[in-house]
């Protein structure tokens, strides 16, 4: 025991006078890392949480580290082998080693806290690598610092970047080779971790000719053969273990061989993963030297962020051919081992395939050492003479390098703007607004604050929506499922690049929540899916399914309706334009914020409707003649075409502003006063048309449409437009039924006082409930719904009631009633049906409501296609009922033809029939193919 | 429970695999280390007397040869004997030794006759006997199929002269490694051994010393009482005994100057051999003083040595049933993928015998026999089968109490590959 103890403390002893030795003969190399590490700490951690924004590929190594840790699991998602995982099991063990999140408030600043302590062990490599290559402490020392003050490095290096840990691996495994004599010992460390560095990210692999050079050339010749073969073996058996992993889960073999099956159930493969990567972006098949290839674009952002890297990679080359005929301050093998390092780094950069800006980091170190014995070989080769003026070279390389960063540090960003601040202010705003089981698509930087840290556990990222079979089915392969999107840089750009269509279907469908981009630096063109930085987020909340069928039956309305520039046409009757229809389509439009459908209709309705010399009123119709050639059909008004136009404009200029609407709508609303608004027996009513003849004046009760003459009032104040709403309810509840509450489709005044039928002047279909009635039931709920006008809600009761009564006895409603409550026709139509549906919507039978619904109304929608269907499908549907639906409540109904898949060799997205079957090619959506630049996948 | 045994296994199997590569590569580790194993450029001049003892038993084919080349050494002749030890009922080879001692005209060579009633009548009483005989202050030992290297005297002068050492292990060497078909692996188990293994040993203290080859201070032997005569393994048994007493080690691994040797001929002779030494070996444990050594380095070293054909014997009989119940029953993923280091293992032994054997082959100027490499390769898992009969073999023999010495027969023909 006695014994045992002396030797301890003679070990001890021993340990501490080699300290002691070693501070003695290192004193000052001790000092300088010390203070490069200060500088490197400074640099890099003061507002290392601010700046740059949170990139998805930061976050997904996050979550992948954190599943690592968590549950062994190598993603969160299904692992796709996309990256080898030894980073972000690093990443994990990390969390793992800092209690996860209790020294940091979040996973992503634990994260980015772990790049900083892994950069700065780079910095220490770097300088023991140039001390030991250049014999020269004072160039030694100016490596390290360009490395730690380049602008590229200070913005990439506190990125969660797999490269900046992929450098860390590299840079040991050289500093393990490049030195005097390499046995087997070293060869088995450095192929460890060279090992380790090929699973952070594979392309570390073109590390590997520098490495055998490396060690061929360091090992004595007695030794070299069993150390190359050591180092061979090392990486080798360690890199095989990911082959294997992925043979074991069965996930190695390609699987392109499996049957068109239409799902998602051909599975995953390593090797078609790296099949699929290698190939990435060489279709274009660029040279480096053409200036759209990857390389030439991502080679001048690296001149323009820091021209320095460039010439030193640049002087590289001189050190390359001089480096033999230096003095003896350079190592000329460890150089060249270097030079080959960043060669091969260099021949896969310029392959032809993607090249993504970070792809420097790992050659950075390097460029920087072996440029720098280039640029100061002029010295070390003695080719200037003299002591004075090698200082003095010496002394102007190095001037130049810190005044260019002395004029871009003070500048760097990096130090300034918070870019995360818009980042966090979203997610916020979803902790604040949403449910916790909300379906939310955002790029990763959200799912790991929201899902993994805050609990939302349908947060997921856009990608994995797009492509993961677990996520689509939990969304019943539906994007109208979707909730809300946190629309980034990232999700905006995978739109872009045609990745992600089932998100962009989700997004196109989606209305503005909220939008951060405070202080943003990005041009934001979102209509366009166009960003360009990351410093902002918007939420979308996706709409729901009426808005949704408001919006694309709007698309599908001008794809067959809209001519020219704005004329909307009935193919159903000749082409036939009227002043309704158009009318019509500008509420629609305004209701769709369609600013160019509105201005484009309201322009051709002004050049071909509004032709009438006394007054601004509209024509009511515009024809075609058996030439083909249109002219005015009826120069005589509609009334309600009239006010739809006036009102369609108030709405047009509340929402953009524009004074000439407000001025035609004030000429129209005029215009309409002076001309169609009648006194009869001292109340003024509405006319159905402008006529001289007091006998020959016509009612459409539909045209009285209460909320619109309210609108007026408002800037209108020489007519009484109040006075008329009172006299128009009055008149409307003296036409309407008094047993059955409906409406006639035409009356004409008795002259009493009263109305009579005007079935004498418009047919016997005037007398019944139809076409034009149903138009009553949704001006009343206009009028309660905005301003809780009782005297709508009475009338409507009284319909509400006839229509539940003939749900419950007859099981339907026909398209038309006489007056006494009796069928007049034996067919059901939509419109009809949302005009009950409209009446009854607040205090119908909940069951017969939803069955009218889901059956008669929505279920004769086509979401595939944007058109309805039914019995009698006519331009009414089209044209007036979607904007019934803005008063129907949303039961998330949805019909069962909007499915589509997914073709994994192409990408490409396949819509299916309600089989399952994929439809005929013409029917297909056209959608770029995703083999284009994707992050970093 | 069966994923523990598993774990454990693997565990094991991975260290073992580890272990052995360290081992066999230690020499590559250091250049320093192998320049300083290889024999000395320049001799000093003759100081110590060595005596060189040749026991045998029914050698008579070859060693009157051998007696003849060990008497021409370059080295003074009143500088080191020759003693040849032998039973007396061994007649044969009594002549046969006579005969070249007298053909030869060697003056310095005796032949002694051992006591015919002592028990048991085998190699290390044959030593002990001649120990009683020497009056040199140094004694190395040869066996009489041994090719000894005409300056492996002034080589070990040399040795002890420039450092301060009691013993010197010389590198022997296997030299027929074309055929059989495991001569290869028996050639190579030499040649990491002598050349790297041993070093390691040196360096931490434990070391089970050679059977031949071997210079001690004669005084040493004495101190520990000499050679021990029941056990099957005496020069590994002894050399426990002397790195107990601290004893101060040397190897020398030269590629001109290792003694030469042959492969057993058949499988039947070599698992013999390799019975009787791995019987040695669990003699050695079952004495128990190896624990005395006075570091728990040192006392590991011995366990995984001595204790290694035990393991081995166990690793043979589990590995079948292992490998079967990974494939009927659902293991961890973790330990399925961990499963694949052994045979990582396996891989990088093999690349490393196929380095070891270019490089002996390249070292002692043979001819390169590409199918050599192929047959290599081939017979590495049948060789290690082998291998681990003669431990299960021992094992057994050992627990029944069978401990008589099973003997290899010598033809000589590693005199006819031999390049010397």
Redesign the interface.
């Known amino acids: 025991m006695v014994a045992n103890k002396t030797k301890k403390q003679s070990t001890l002893a021993k340990l501490a006078s080699w300290f002691r030795l070693w501070l003695a003969n290192n004193w000052l190399d001790i000092v300088i890392v010390s203070g490069l590490v200060a500088l490197k700490a400074l640099v890099h951690g003061f507002n290392y949480l601010g700046f740059p924004y949170i990139e998805n590929d930061e976050a997904t190594y996050a979550i992948r580290g954190l599943s690592f840790a968590t549950n062994?699991s190598f993603d969160m998602y299904t692992y796709w082998y996309d990256h080898a995982p030894a980073g972000w099991m690093l990443i994990g063990i990390w969390f793992l080693l800092t209690g996860k999140t209790l020294i940091f408030d979040s996973y992503m600043s634990s994260a980015r806290f772990f790049m900083l302590a892994i950069t700065v062990a780079t910095v220490v490599m770097t300088y023991i690598l140039a001390r030991r290559l250049i014999k020269d402490r004072v160039m030694a020392l100016i490596i390290t610092l360009v490395v730690i003050l380049s602008p590229l490095q200070i913005y990439y290096q506190r990125r969660v970047l797999l490269d900046n840990i992929m450098t860390f691996w590299v840079l040991l495994s050289f500093l393990i080779l490049i030195r005097k004599?390499v046995?087997?010992?070293h060869a088995f460390a450095s192929g460890i971790t060279l090992a380790l560095a090929i699973l952070t990210k594979l392309n570390a692999v073109f590390f590997a000719p520098a490495a055998i050079f490396a060690v061929w050339r360091n090992?004595?010749k007695?030794?070299r053969?069993?150390?190359m073969?050591?180092w061979l073996?090392t990486v080798g058996?360690i890199v095989?273990?990911f082959p294997?992993?992925a043979l074991?889960?069965g996930e190695l073999l390609p699987v392109n061989d499996h049957p068109e099956s239409g799902n998602f159930s051909k599975g995953i493969s390593l090797i078609d993963t790296l099949i699929f990567q290698s190939s990435r972006g060489n279709d274009q098949n660029l040279a480096p030297w053409d200036s759209n290839s990857d390389f030439f674009v991502t080679f001048s952002e690296w001149v323009g962020k820091d021209p320095l890297f460039v010439m030193f990679a640049v002087a590289g080359f001189a050190t390359l051919w001089w480096a033999k005929t230096a003095s003896t301050r350079l190592k000329y093998s460890g150089l060249l081992t270097l030079a080959i390092a960043y060669i091969g780094m260099l021949v896969f950069i310029a392959r032809g395939g993607v090249v993504l800006e970070f792809y420097f980091l790992p050659i950075f170190p390097i460029v920087i050492i072996v440029g720098m014995a280039g640029l100061m070989m002029p010295v070390y080769t003695k080719l200037i003479k003299t002591k004075p003026l090698q200082v003095f070279y010496q002394a102007s390389v190095v001037s130049l390098i810190f005044l260019n960063y002395a004029l871009y540090i003070p500048a760097n960003p990096a130090f300034a703007r918070n870019e995360v601040a818009n980042q966090l202010k979203a997610v916020e705003w979803i902790k604040q607004n949403a449910d916790l089981d909300a379906t939310i698509l955002t790029d990763n930087y959200a799912t790991i604050y929201l899902n993994l840290e805050s609990g939302f556990d349908n947060t997921d990222y856009n990608y994995k929506v797009e492509y993961d079979p677990e996520i689509r089915e939990r969304l019943n392969n539906d994007w109208r499922n979707v909730d809300y999107i946190i629309t980034t840089h990232e999700v905006l750009k995978q739109i872009r690049l045609g990745e992600t269509p089932f998100v962009r279907d989700a997004f196109d469908h989606a209305e503005l929540a909220a939008s951060f981009t405070d202080d943003s630096t990005s041009f934001l063109d979102i209509p366009n899916y166009i960003s360009t930085n990351g410093d902002w987020a918007q939420i979308w909340r996706v709409k729901d399914d009426n808005q949704i069928i408001m919006q694309d039956s709007w698309a599908t309305f001008l794809d067959q309706n809209f001519k020219e520039y704005g004329q909307i046409i009935d193919p159903g009757s000749n082409d036939i334009t009227t002043s309704l229809l158009q009318t019509n389509s500008m509420l629609r439009a305004v209701e769709q914020k369609d600013r160019r459908s509105f201005d484009g209709i309201w322009q051709w309705t002004q050049d071909h409707l509004q032709n009438r010399l006394q007054d601004k009123l509209l024509s009511s119709t515009w024809v075609k003649d058996d030439d083909g050639a249109y002219s005015v059909g009826n120069a005589n008004t509609t009334s309600l075409a009239d006010l739809q136009a006036a009102y369609a404009l108030l709405e047009a200029h509340n929402v953009w502003g524009s004074p000439t609407d407000l001025q035609d709508a004030l000429d129209l609303i005029n215009d309409i006063w002076e001309n169609e608004v009648y006194t009869i027996g001292g109340s003024r009513v509405l006319g159905a048309f402008v006529t001289n003849q007091p006998a020959q004046i016509l009612i459409n009760p539909s045209y009285m449409v209460p909320s619109y003459f309210k609108e007026f009032a408002k800037y209108d104040e020489t007519h009484d437009w109040m006075g008329l709403v009172d006299s128009s309810y009055s008149a409307l509840s003296q036409i309407q039924n008094d047993q059955t509450g409906l409406f006639p489709n035409w009356v004409k005044p008795n002259g009493a006082g009263g109305y009579q039928s005007a079935s004498a002047e418009v047919g016997a279909v005037g007398d019944l409930y139809g076409y034009d009635a149903i138009r009553i039931p949704y001006s009343l709920a206009i009028d309660y719904d905005r301003n809780g006008d009782e005297r709508a809600r009475v009338m409507l009761d009284k319909l509400s009631t006839f229509f539940a009564e003939e749900m419950s006895t007859s099981g339907k409603i026909v398209a038309s009633y006489r007056q006494d409550g009796s069928p007049a026709v034996d067919f059901e139509d939509i419109a009809p049906y949302a005009a009950s549906y409209v009446a009854m919507f607040k205090n119908g039978d909940a069951s017969v409501n939803e069955s009218i619904i889901n059956e008669k109304i929505i279920g004769q929608y086509s979401w595939r296609t944007g058109e309805w269907g039914g019995e009698f499908s006519s331009i009414i549907n089209d044209a007036m009922l979607p904007l019934y639906l803005d008063h129907i409540e949303d039961y998330g109904y949805h019909e069962n033809d909007y499915s589509l898949t997914i073709d994994f060799e192409t990408k490409a997205v396949i819509l299916l029939d309600e089989f399952g079957n994929p439809l005929p090619d013409e029917d297909q959506p056209d959608l770029e193919l995703l083999n284009s630049k994707n992050s970093d996948q | 429970m069966l994923t523990i045994f598993y774990a454990i296994f693997l565990i094991l199997m991975f260290a073992q695999g580890l272990a052995i590569l360290y081992f066999n590569?230690y020499i590559?580790?250091?250049?320093e280390r192998?320049e300083r194993s290889a024999s000395p450029d320049e001799y000093v001049k003759p100081k110590m007397k060595f005596t060189v003892m040749l026991p045998a038993y029914h050698e008579e084919a070859v060693l009157g040869d051998t007696i003849k080349r060990v008497a021409k050494q370059n080295y003074p002749k009143s500088r080191y004997e020759i003693l040849v030890i032998l039973q007396p009922s061994d007649t044969g080879t009594i002549k046969v030794a006579k005969d070249a001692i007298k053909e030869a005209k060697i003056k310095n060579a005796r032949v002694l006759t051992v006591d015919p009633d002592h028990t048991p009548l085998n190699k290390p009483y044959q030593l002990n006997y001649a120990l009683e005989h020497t009056k040199f202050e140094t004694l190395v030992i040869y066996d009489s199929e041994d090719d000894v290297h005409v300056d492996m005297l002034n080589i070990a002068n040399t040795f002890f002269a420039q450092n301060d050492i009691d013993i010197l292990q010389c590198g022997t060497q296997l030299m027929n490694y074309d055929s059989p078909w495991f001569a290869s692996h028996n050639v190579l188990e030499y040649f990491f051994w002598w050349k790297s293994r041993v070093h390691a040993h040196m360096k931490i203290g434990a070391v089970p010393l050679g059977g031949n080859s071997v210079f001690f201070k004669t005084d040493q032997v004495r101190k520990v009482g000499g050679w021990n005569e029941n056990c099957l393994c005496e020069d590994a048994e002894i050399g426990m005994r002397l790195s107990i007493q601290g004893s101060k080690m040397m190897a020398t691994y030269d590629a001109r100057h290792v003694t030469r040797e042959e492969t057993p001929h058949t499988i039947e002779q070599f698992i013999k051999q390799r019975t009787r030494w791995s019987q040695g070996f669990i003699q050695v444990i079952k004495y128990g003083y190896w624990r005395q050594l006075d570091s728990w380095k040192k006392v590991a070293l011995s366990a995984y040595l001595l204790g290694f054909p035990i393991f081995h014997a166990l690793l043979i009989i589990t590995t079948p049933f292992v490998v079967a119940a990974g494939l009927i029953f659902d293991l961890p993923?973790?330990i399925?993928?961990f499963s694949?280091l052994p045979l990582?293992m396996v891989?990088?032994l093999i690349?490393?015998h196929l380095?070891g054997l270019?490089?002996f082959i390249r070292e002692q100027n043979l001819p390169l026999k590409p199918q050599v490499f192929v047959v290599l390769v081939l017979t590495f898992i049948p060789y290690q089968i082998m291998l681990g009969v003669g431990a299960i073999r021992a094992t057994y023999r050992e627990f029944k109490g069978q401990n008589n010495w099973e003997k290899t027969d010598h033809s000589g023909a590693h005199r006819k590959t031999g390049a010397s």
Do not use: N, Q, R
């Not at chain 2, 590559?28 to 250049?31: A, E, G, N, Y």
């Open positions: 062994g004599s046995t087997a010992k090992s004595h007695k030794v053969l069993m150390s073969v050591t073996a058996s095989l273990l294997i992993y074991l889960k | 590569l590559w580790l250091d250049p192998m993923f973790a399925s993928v694949f990582f891989f990088a690349t490393i380095v270019y490089e």
